[in-house]
C-alpha cells in the first residue's frame, strides 16, 4: 500500500500570509495531483507534476515535486480568504496499472479575513 | 450540462431502506469510480469501472451495490446500512490514464438513521 502523509492537518492564518503543505511518502509516484475541496463540493484538481524536481506556478500558488519523486509541497504566497478549503494531495503509483490514486488526509486551511 | 453529476446531493434513510446515488458524467471519459470520504480520513476508494467493466471492488461491504450500465452513468445501490456509512459519497471520471487528473462530482451526503 502506497501512503501519502499530508502535513500540518489544520493551518489558521490571517490574510496577508505565506504558507507551506506537505506531501510526503516512502513510495515512488510516477505523478502527484493537488486538489482543493470546497465545503459541500468535491475536489478540485489544481495542478499534476510529473518530473522529478518539477516546479509548477498557478498565480499564487507554487507547487514542486521531490527530486526522489516521493514528496511534494504547495507554497501559497499572500493567501486570501478564498483560498480556504481542503487541500489533496494524490499520488499515482509506478507499480500501478490504471487509473487509480492514492489520496492523502488533506490540509484544511483556513484564511481569516 | 458538462462535468459530474450526482444525485440527490443529500440523502437520509433508516436501516432498513433501499436507496440508490446516480452519477452521470458528460466528459466522454472511460473510467468511473465511487469514493467514501469521512471525516479525518483519506478518500477511500470504493470500485472502479473502466470501460463498464468493475475492474476493482476494494473489499467494500455487500450493502454496496455498484451498477455501470454504459460509459456515462453509474449507480451505488445501497441496502440495509449501517449508521457508521454515513459519510460524503464522490464520484469521479477520468480518462484512463492517472495524469490527467479526475473530476469529481459534488458528492452525496448520506446519513444513516
Known amino acids: 500500500t502506497q501512503l501519502l502523509e499530508q502535513s500540518p492537518q489544520f493551518l489558521s492564518i490571517q490574510e496577508g500570509e505565506n504558507l507551506t503543505v506537505y506531501c510526503n511518502s516512502s513510495?515512488?509516484?510516477?505523478?502527484l495531483q493537488w486538489y482543493r475541496q470546497e465545503p459541500g463540493e468535491g475536489p478540485v484538481l489544481l495542478v499534476t507534476?510529473?518530473?522529478?524536481?518539477e516546479v509548477k506556478k498557478l498565480k499564487r500558488l507554487t507547487f514542486q515535486f521531490g527530486d526522489a519523486r516521493k514528496d511534494s509541497s504547495l507554497h501559497i504566497t499572500a493567501a486570501q480568504p478564498g483560498d480556504t478549503g481542503l487541500y489533496l494531495c494524490?499520488?499515482?503509483?509506478?507499480?500501478?496499472?490504471?487509473?487509480?490514486?492514492?489520496f492523502g488526509e488533506g490540509t484544511q486551511l483556513t484564511v481569516n479575513p | 450540462e458538462t462535468g459530474v453529476t450526482q444525485t440527490p446531493r443529500h440523502l437520509v434513510m433508516g436501516m432498513t431502506n433501499k436507496k440508490s446515488l446516480k452519477c452521470e458524467q458528460h466528459?466522454?471519459?472511460?473510467?468511473m469510480y465511487w469514493y467514501k470520504q469521512s471525516a479525518k480520513k483519506p478518500l477511500e476508494l470504493m470500485f472502479v469501472?473502466?470501460?463498464?467493466?468493475?475492474?476493482e471492488n476494494n473489499s467494500v461491504p455487500s450493502r454496496f451495490s455498484p451498477e455501470c450500465p454504459n460509459s456515462s452513468h453509474l449507480f451505488l445501490h445501497l441496502h440495509t446500512l449501517q449508521p457508521e456509512d454515513s459519510a460524503l459519497y464522490l464520484c469521479?471520471?477520468?480518462?484512463?490514464?492517472?495524469?490527467?487528473?479526475?473530476?469529481f462530482g459534488s458528492g452525496t451526503r448520506l446519513t444513516v438513521v
Open positions: 507534476v510529473v518530473t522529478g524536481g
Open positions: 494524490a499520488g499515482a503509483g509506478r507499480e500501478t496499472s490504471g487509473s487509480r490514486l492514492t
Open positions: 469501472y473502466s470501460l463498464e467493466e468493475r475492474v
Open positions: 513510495s515512488v509516484f510516477s505523478s
Open positions: 466528459l466522454g471519459h472511460n473510467a
Open positions: 469521479a471520471s477520468s480518462q484512463g490514464q492517472q495524469l490527467y487528473g479526475y473530476t
